[in-house]
């Protein structure tokens, strides 16, 4: 992270959620007010959520970042936020990123990996990475946060 300025994981998120940002506008403001506090955590806190975060970079240019929580390693781990700007979709880089963290996660022995998305057309995506990285669904729940959206739920077992 020492490489890349503050600013850069609000950048890519909101570049990669540009089009969730149109289907749900009343939600804009929640949502950058999350990537921000998110860009901030990861800045702040270098030597603790800073080291979770991986930016994949093409030609030295930020196209993405995937991040994780390791605090329940071994017994569990989870995937957090995984984007790829649009003008590098469909090209793999997502499904690097998911299997670089299972590689992470395989390295400290843990036995179960959990990853969520969303139930909207925006998402089918990442449902799809994570179902070819060998994530199965494990249930669904709904929030109100963020639009409403009804959560899916994955896990992998190692």
Request: charged share 35%; hydrophobic share 15%; glycine share 14%.
């Given at each position: 992270m020492n490489e890349f300025e503050r600013g850069i994981i609000y950048k890519l998120l909101y570049e990669s959620y540009a089009e969730l940002l149109k289907a749900k506008p009343g939600y804009v403001?929640?949502?950058?007010?999350?990537?921000?506090?998110?860009?901030?955590?990861?800045?702040?806190y270098l030597n603790s959520i800073g080291r979770c975060v991986l930016i994949a970079t093409l030609n030295n240019e930020p196209i993405g970042f995937v991040s994780w929580d390791p605090r329940k390693i071994p017994k569990e781990g989870e995937v957090?936020?995984?984007c790829?700007?649009?003008?590098?979709?469909?090209?793999?880089?997502?499904k690097q990123q998911i299997q670089k963290v299972l590689e992470i996660f395989q390295a400290r022995a843990t036995r179960i990996i959990k990853v969520t998305t969303a139930n909207h057309p925006f998402f089918v995506p990442a449902q799809k990475t994570y179902l070819s990285c060998g994530f199965r669904e494990v249930g669904r729940s709904h929030t109100d946060a963020y639009g409403g959206l009804e959560l899916i739920h994955y896990e992998y077992t190692s």
């Open positions: 403001e929640k949502y950058k007010a999350s990537w921000q506090k998110t860009d901030d955590d990861t800045f702040d957090g936020q995984n790829i700007v649009p003008s590098h979709r469909g090209k793999g880089y997502g």
